[in-house]
């Protein structure tokens, strides 16, 4: 039996009572030097080691309590046999509850190509007083709709849930990815506000409120603000929330969201999608050789629909030519909902796109196509598996007369508040693109998740009262 | 002379008159390929090149114009000869407003160890047809205190102005370095949410909204949230916007900022203290290493007073006897303002920590010190040069009764909307630290800015009406 001190282990006691007071200047005494996943890789067994983690789960069988450690890196089986570690330490374990935090010592010991401990102390950090139904560290189904209110409702809770945590490791993944491609290609990253003084774009899912009795919103697309930027800049990115306060039941809306925005000067319509199609496959062939794991937890392989480019591409009139021979009435001029996106979708087997969506249905600064003024100069990108709309590009407008038609048009004409954007257009205006593309969407597409919900830490939805 | 398409030089046309339609799938198309840091270094001068930028300046000496062309790399001469160029080029140039965009073609010269174009066609994609005072690319004293009013009234036109560029290009540099340091160091990023159901920390300057008839906040610090991750992720960073809604006239606050905040499980002070050091000392490196330029522009040097670890501490106990000690009236639980950390601070030639801030003004999830419970397990860290509180870290609480304490003392207990952080120290909760720092005070402090508003692209303050 490895020597174990009997008084350290000796109850419940506060951690404090026996962490390493670190002497100044000495450096880092952070407790916890060893993790589950690199005990699991040593070939060093027989060696003490000291792993700090929390119970996933305890079995008792007769003289042999086993308790499953868990840490943020996986899940090591730790040994306490009667009369092989004190018996204080045997009835410990024995009472741990699930979820309590532990500090386990003993012998590293092979189990086939596994790892365990045979422990011979114990200290329990906080034994749990409280339960979740079902455990949160359980194999759960977790997007089993029957159990969604209980997933929802204890959010907190449930990031300790290895589905849960899988995804947001992937979501880490890719948000360092698409940080990293934008800074290799010369971008900027121009963080522009949340509070602003006009809604952006769409009037009525603006979140309005007053500061020291200014009347303001919640940034519903930092566009207005790149479009400004690319004129120093050139090339600028952003990720940051951005807020839709509308009514959904949609899979794929949240009322605040994380948005990847881009504007580029001197380019066009071609080259935004030229360069979204390269994001997209970068992005989709590092998750692939990086995420795996995370996805094989979730029991998931990561889409690769997207590393192939160019994709295929549509005019928003072919898509209504097409829906209307599959039989469905369809508008033109109106928006394509998720049934026609995933009609239009079984055609292909990448990401395609939807070239010149109508001007009735898109935002006030994007460009009329001259060959077709019913249409703008504008593409939406609807992913594979019926996934629906990934993101939307579009080219900018230059002109100032082309501007005023479209503000007034809008209702916007003559509104101080857009003033600052007729400015732009008479001050050394040029050409320029941007594009806009939910994180969450394109984790969900990516790791094939249910709704948009599960790819956020703490999902703010319209319809669920905002807590914690 | 150069030969020059007369056709193409005829006019201020728009630029999609003669852009190069692409034709899919071709690849990218961007028009612009040369950029002026470009051209400066090539050594095959008499090529033929051709730019796209912005009128800086312009010089009319007879038969000569002058024009600086300015894009986000530098900026580049360019002679327009009477005799070289055809008449209508070189009365295009003549009449060329600042800032108006503009595709030069010529031929590249040396002129010194830099370069020039000898200009044969000119195309004027924008005439801009207002003017800003002072010009936005002249080389203005950006902090002068006679023309604050006209630059943040103007911010959109102002992210032109070189020194503006080079600041927003600074924060570009140190935001990818702090993603770069936490991701090395094993941290995920966390993204917690901006809409919260309690004001965190500070109940006055929460910012309040309602969103579907439920009241709600801007949040303040993402600490709680945090919190519960480090419970399942043990290292865990975020990098987002936090809201105050406090009215200051101090020149270290917004309304809106960046808020680098980071959280770790199985740790205390010492750790924090160390780890936040460590991630300074990388900055402060890494910034000199490749930033210097960028503070050349700003007549400016990286402030490197934090590089060397560890940093001096005092106590606030210390800290109040030596303000005593130098005639200031101070009494011990107050918090110590701007004069009073510059004061102390002309004790150090580092940053320097002030350990064991009262529990008076520390929000409640702050450990108590068992040694003396009028102070917390708490450290701020104040910069040199009179710059002020950088940062704070803490250890949290793990106690239940101790959280109770707390949450009685600032009249929270009961209140059923921070059951959730009460649940925390019921499930398994260990020792566990904390820091926070916002991203445009390090800015401002490592290349001496005057104003936090200077550091970020679009400043919110809350005396300021915010607009655009």
Redesign the interface.
């Known amino acids: 039996m490895p020597l174990c001190d009997l008084e350290q282990s000796a109850g419940g006691k506060?951690?404090?009572n026996y962490?390493v007071?670190?002497v100044?200047?000495?450096?880092?005494?952070?407790?916890?030097k060893q993790y589950v996943s690199d005990l699991h890789q040593r070939l060093d067994v027989d060696q003490n080691v000291v792993l700090?983690g929390?119970?996933k789960a305890r079995r008792i069988h007769g003289r042999i309590v086993f308790i499953d450690v868990v840490?943020?890196t996986g899940t090591i089986q730790a040994v306490f046999e009667k009369g092989q570690c004190p018996d204080v330490v045997f009835v410990m374990a024995k009472g741990l509850t699930l979820?309590?935090?532990v500090k386990v010592q003993g012998q590293l010991r092979a189990r086939g190509i596994q790892r365990e401990i045979v422990a011979c102390c114990l200290d329990v950090?906080?034994?749990?007083?409280?339960a979740?139904d079902p455990h949160v560290r359980d194999p759960i189904d977790i997007f089993d709709p029957a159990i969604q209110e209980q997933l929802l409702g204890h959010r907190?809770?449930y990031?300790?849930n290895e589905k849960?945590?899988a995804i947001?490791?992937f979501?880490?993944l890719l948000?360092?990815l698409v940080?990293q491609w934008f800074?290799s290609q010369g971008y900027?990253?121009?963080?522009?506000?949340?509070?602003?003084?006009?809604p952006l774009y769409d009037d009525r899912s603006a979140?309005?409120?007053?500061?020291?009795n200014?009347s303001?919103f919640?940034t519903q697309c930092v566009g207005?603000?790149l479009e400004?930027?690319v004129?120093?800049?050139?090339?600028v990115y952003n990720i940051?929330?951005s807020?839709r306060?509308e009514e959904s039941r949609s899979k794929r809306h949240l009322?605040?969201y994380?948005h990847i925005k881009a504007e580029?000067?001197?380019?066009?319509l071609?080259?935004v999608i030229?360069?979204v199609e390269s994001l997209i496959s970068f992005v989709s062939v590092a998750c692939h050789e990086q995420g795996g794991d995370l996805a094989k937890t979730l029991g998931r392989s990561i889409c690769r629909d997207g590393v192939s480019t160019?994709y295929p591409?549509i005019t928003y009139a072919e898509a209504v030519e097409s829906l209307k021979r599959d039989g469905v009435d369809f508008q033109f001029g109106k928006s394509l909902g998720s049934d026609e996106e995933e009609l239009l979708s079984r055609q292909f087997k990448q990401p395609f796109w939807i070239v010149g969506v109508p001007r009735t249905i898109e935002p006030f600064p994007y460009v009329v196509d001259?060959n077709d003024p019913r249409v703008t100069r504008t593409a939406d990108l609807i992913a594979t598996n019926g996934y629906g709309e990934l993101l939307g590009v579009a080219e900018k407008i230059?002109?100032l007369s082309m501007l005023d038609e479209r503000l007034a048009e809008k209702g916007k004409l003559g509104n101080p508040?857009y003033e600052?954007m007729r400015?732009?257009?008479?001050?050394?205006?040029?050409?320029h693109v941007g594009f806009g593309l939910g994180v969450e969407r394109f984790i969900r597409w990516l790791i094939d998740i249910p709704h948009v919900r599960d790819t956020?830490?703490?999902p703010?939805t319209?319809r669920r009262?905002?807590?914690?």
């Open positions: 506060s951690i404090r962490s007071e670190s100044f200047p000495g450096g880092s005494s952070i407790m916890k700090y929390w119970v840490d943020s979820e309590s935090s950090i906080s034994q749990a007083s409280i979740v907190h809770f990031l300790r849960v945590m947001l490791k979501r880490h948000m360092g940080h800074r900027t990253e121009i963080t522009a506000p949340v509070l602003t003084a006009v979140i309005g409120l007053t500061v020291d200014q303001i919640l207005f603000y400004w930027a004129h120093a800049f050139e090339k940051g929330p807020f306060g009322m605040e994380w580029m000067a001197f380019a066009d071609e080259d030229a360069t160019p591409r001259p230059q002109d508040l600052w400015d732009l257009r008479k001050f050394g205006c040029v050409p956020i830490p703490f703010r319209f009262k905002i807590f914690p």
